[in-house]
């Protein structure tokens, strides 16, 4: 689903730097876009993607449409497998 340049972004919702560094550095996502406004839950994206719970991953494609949300990476995995049959 027009998947050309993929990129993954994460959105952190973390009101602190530490936190969200020690999760790049331990999950080695170092060629990821992270995004953090350092406002945590109240933040206007947090909002906008309703992340007010457990954490979501969200698959969006190419044309800025979210394809899938999921809790873990390894169903983001599934619905990519999925989407390229």
């Excluded at 993954?8 to 919702?13: A, R, T």
């Excluded at 020690?22 to 060629?31: H, P, R, W």
């Excluded at 999921?70 to 049959?85: F, G």
Aim: hydrophobic share 40%; aromatic share 8%.
């Amino acid at each position: 689903m027009n998947g050309e340049k993929f990129v993954i972004v994460s959105i952190s919702l973390d009101r602190f730097k530490t936190p969200l560094m020690q999760v790049i550095e331990s999950d080695s996502l170092f060629d990821m876009y992270h995004i953090c406004t350092f406002e945590g839950r109240d933040s206007e994206i947090a909002r906008k993607f309703d992340a007010t719970g457990k954490m979501k991953d969200y698959l969006v494609d190419g044309d800025g449409r979210i394809v899938a949300v999921a809790t873990s990476i390894e169903e983001i995995e599934q619905d990519l497998a999925r989407l390229q049959r």
